[in-house]
């Protein structure tokens, strides 16, 4: 084997390791959800982004920022899937340790939503060379944060008045009137959390990428 074909061979360990690990964890998931068609629901996003990481991870790999945020997102969707979004144990924890009224696992669930597509976006305007300027970047990204947020919202919607009662576990509203409000303003603040705190260290992952 060449030296170039070792490398890429040690530079696929990692992306084929946390592949199977995600896996595992799907399947665990999927053992005995709750519901199984809120774990379908739920799940669904990472059963589109695992092949697509794989697709593209020769011609477009990414940071490796990007794909730890992804792996932990996709904890997040398969957990909440398994146990379903308000009775997730962790979630239970959180209520009690805040004195909070309802589970707040949901609401970790839109801050990852805002969080990850956030750095996502910004990944691949800035490597295409789309947009002219930090500040237009940004601004861009959260744009593209709220709109895949306010996307979410429908697809629940749609759900609500297709399955009527039979969605109120992928719903996961807990009888809050301002649910999808506060959904959207999370995933707000994990987008502005993400390129508050990430920008400089994804900016040298993309430089080390591109040598």
């Known amino acids: 084997m060449n030296t170039a074909a070792s490398q890429s061979s040690r530079a696929d360990l990692p992306l084929l390791l946390a592949s199977l690990l995600m896996l595992g ?95 996502v976006a910004r990944e691949i305007l800035l490597r295409g060379a789309y947009v002219q300027g930090r500040r237009m970047l940004a601004f861009l990204c959260v744009c593209i944060v709220l709109a895949i947020s306010a996307s979410y919202e429908l697809i629940e919607w749609g759900a609500a008045l297709a399955l009527g009662q039979g969605a109120d576990e992928f719903l996961g509203t807990q009888g809050d009137p301002w649910d999808t409000q506060s959904d959207m303003f999370l995933a707000l603040i994990g987008a502005s959390v993400a390129l508050l705190l990430f920008t400089r260290l994804q900016d040298r992952q993309i430089a080390a990428l591109s040598r």
């Open 25 to 119: 964890l799907l399947a665990w998931s999927g053992w005995q959800p709750y519901d199984r068609a809120t774990w379908a629901m739920e799940v669904a996003p990472v059963f589109i982004a695992l092949p697509l990481l794989w697709a593209s991870y020769r011609r477009f790999p990414l940071s490796t920022l990007l794909y730890v945020c992804i792996f932990l997102h996709a904890c997040v969707l398969m957990l909440g899937g398994a146990y379903t979004y308000a009775r997730v144990p962790l979630g239970f924890a959180l209520q009690d340790l805040l004195q909070l009224q309802r589970n707040p696992y949901d609401k970790i669930g839109h801050f990852m939503q805002g969080f990850v597509p956030a750095l």
